[in-house]
């Protein structure tokens, strides 16, 4: 499985961005998707993951200001970003996961400004 990260860049406090990750493979419908980020200086955490069946979860300090969505006919899954604050600045990362494996993408770094 590969997946192929875009859509980062540099952005002020209050705007939008739109992140996307095309994955390969034949069975994108069968993979839980997700999205992580990296901060400087801090883990790796979980933004959003978005189940087989549509099913989203996400993190309390994005709930109610990012959505996570998929499209199993193009193999893509999307992380809608508004409101960004500065400490939403991180490299944003894809996630698939399917049979037991945890599989990622190369990472898109989004900065927000005040």
């Known amino acids: 499985v590969q997946l192929q990260a875009s859509g980062g860049g540099l952005v002020r406090a209050g705007e939008s961005l739109e992140l996307s990750c095309a994955t390969s493979?034949?069975?994108?419908?069968?993979?839980?998707m997700g999205w992580f980020r990296q901060a400087p200086g801090k883990d790796r955490e979980l933004v959003a993951t978005i189940s087989r069946g549509g099913n989203t979860r996400y993190a309390d300090s994005v709930k109610d200001r990012f959505s996570i969505s998929r499209d199993n006919a193009k193999n893509t899954v999307t992380l809608q970003m508004n409101s960004l604050k500065p400490e939403d600045t991180a490299v944003y990362y894809c996630n698939a996961y399917v049979v037991l494996t945890s599989y990622w993408g190369q990472g898109t770094k989004v900065t927000v400004s005040s």
């Open positions: 493979g034949r069975t994108f419908g069968s993979y839980v």
